[in-house]
């Protein structure tokens, strides 16, 4: 018999299940609890409800920890490349090279994408946000790509991860030229997944891209540090759209969606255009600090912060160090990396972020990194997408394979009018409908 918690309501005690996590963190079974006693809980923004028991991220918050599938995320940023990290999210373990290569194939023989897609492409206004036009994009793959049916072959399964995984990429550079107004370019067999990314984004016929190394492997550590991340708000959105059933490719578009939004994946957009209005109004962090900790000032200091995470972002200090490393390396200086860097440690140092334990998260210095490479600012959160999507993807077949698993379905606490009566309309007056 393991752990139990006792719930007393009225006078009668309850015993709750006490499910104890791998690493020892511990969580009240409650799934009888409205069976049992009629009642519900209420947490709003779930920040105290576990919606899963899941294999793939191990992250703990207050010692800045993250691992995938059990290996710590800075032995994957130093070793790793995107692609293997993707396969071990996705399959569970690393690769063997045999693997790795056939995986590496399959991405590259999945690249291209259906010509038909390009009408949809064209058809976006012009200045059409890339995460709308990837969200649509995904969403609209099911048109011309099957679903993985009910009764399935590992090899279709495989299949059809990897032609999302491979063309999430190609829809993404093809967004950013053709909102440019450029000719696309089609993904090369000669290329890495992230040298042919950058390929795709930067090639012209008059200027042949030059692929760099050192940004291959920046983009490279940029994509492991976003692949997953537990239970996010767009990997809760997919795992909930997947409850429904939905194809793979409807769940994945909700949570690109989610993460457009600027206190997620949008963040990253938001902290350099932060960092912009900082420099041009001469540097000094101090100001914008305070209005952050003002509560009536809805200004937010962005980058700062997160859900769990009450200590360094552990994806944070990694991408610091890169930016340092890849700015002196390529001989840059960009001041939005001074204004980043004061801004942090003023910030560090008040009484208002130690006591709210507010640190730096991943998107504070992953701007800086993206504009090294070239990346428009628009593109930004589209970055992040593609960074996330091996998460999406192992995260919505953990999910399918579960046998707990059932329609997510919510309840609330109502707060409403009471019962009334209707009012037909030519009865009704303001303020007594
Ligand atoms: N600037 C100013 N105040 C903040 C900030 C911030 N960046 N972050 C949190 N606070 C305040 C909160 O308003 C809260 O104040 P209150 O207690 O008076 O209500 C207090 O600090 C504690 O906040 P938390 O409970 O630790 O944070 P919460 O879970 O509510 O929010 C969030 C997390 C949404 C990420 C928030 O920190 C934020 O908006 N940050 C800026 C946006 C951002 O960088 N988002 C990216 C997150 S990482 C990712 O999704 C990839």
């Known amino acids: 018999m393991g752990k139990t918690a006792k719930l007393i309501v009225d006078g009668r005690t309850y015993e709750l299940p006490i499910v104890v996590g791998r690493e020892g963190e511990m969580a009240l079974d409650i799934s009888r609890l409205h069976k049992d006693t009629g009642l519900i809980t209420l947490d709003p923004g779930y920040g105290n409800t576990g919606s899963c028991?899941?294999?793939?991220?191990?992250?703990?918050?207050?010692?800045g920890i993250l691992r995938y599938r059990g290996i710590p995320i800075e032995q994957l940023a130093e070793h790793s490349t995107f692609v293997e990290t993707a396969y071990l999210l996705i399959n569970g373990d690393l690769p063997t090279a045999e693997e790795l290569n056939e995986f590496s194939l399959m991405l590259n023989n999945h690249s291209l994408i259906h010509e038909e897609m390009r009408n949809f492409f064209e058809h976006f206004p012009r200045g059409a946000h890339p995460m709308n036009i990837l969200a649509s994009m995904v969403?609209?793959?099911?048109?011309?790509?099957?679903e993985i049916p009910e009764?399935?072959?590992k090899e279709d399964i495989d299949k059809t991860l990897a032609r999302l995984l491979s063309k999430l990429r190609t829809m993404a550079a093809m967004s950013y030229r053709i909102s440019q107004g450029q000719k696309v370019v089609y993904p090369s067999y000669l290329f890495s997944y992230c040298a042919n990314f950058l390929n795709m984004?930067?090639?012209?016929?008059?200027?042949?891209y030059m692929i760099d190394?050192?940004?291959?492997r920046a983009l490279n550590l940029f994509w492991v540090l976003h692949a997953d991340h537990e239970q996010n708000c767009s990997t809760s959105a997919v795992r909930?759209?997947?409850?429904?059933?939905?194809?793979?490719?409807a769940a994945i578009s909700a949570?690109?969606?989610a993460l457009w939004g600027p206190l997620h994946g949008g963040a990253n957009q938001a902290v350099v255009e932060m960092f912009q209005v900082i420099h041009e109004s001469g540097g000094d962090p101090a100001p914008f600090v305070a209005r952050a900790k003002d509560k009536k000032d809805p200004f937010l200091l962005m980058g700062f912060g997160h859900s769990v995470y009450k200590n360094y972002d552990p994806r944070g200090r990694i991408m610091k160090k890169m930016c340092d490393k890849l700015l002196q390396k390529?001989?840059?200086?960009?001041p939005l990396l001074d204004i980043a860097k004061k801004l942090e440690e003023v910030a560090l140092k008040d009484s208002f972020f130690i006591d709210n334990r507010l640190y730096p998260n991943v998107d504070f210095y992953s701007g800086i990194l993206l504009r090294t490479i070239g990346i428009p600012l628009n593109m930004f959160t589209v970055m992040f997408a593609i960074g996330r999507l091996p998460g999406w993807i192992s995260q919505w077949k953990e999910s399918r394979e579960d046998p707990k698993g059932k329609l997510h379905r919510p309840r609330q606490v109502y707060l409403g009018h009471d019962k009334r009566d209707y009012v037909p309309v030519n009865e009704r007056k303001k303020g007594n409908k």
């Open 255 to 257: 949570g690109i969606s």
């Open 201 to 208: 984004m930067f090639d012209t016929p008059v200027r042949p």
């Open 213 to 216: 190394e050192d940004f291959v």
């Open 240 to 249: 909930l759209v997947g409850s429904a059933q939905v194809n793979l490719y």
């Open 151 to 153: 009764e399935s072959e």
């Open 330 to 334: 390529k001989n840059i200086n960009d």
């Open 53 to 63: 028991e899941s294999s793939i991220s191990y992250m703990n918050g207050d010692e």
């Open 139 to 146: 969403n609209a793959m099911r048109a011309l790509y099957p």
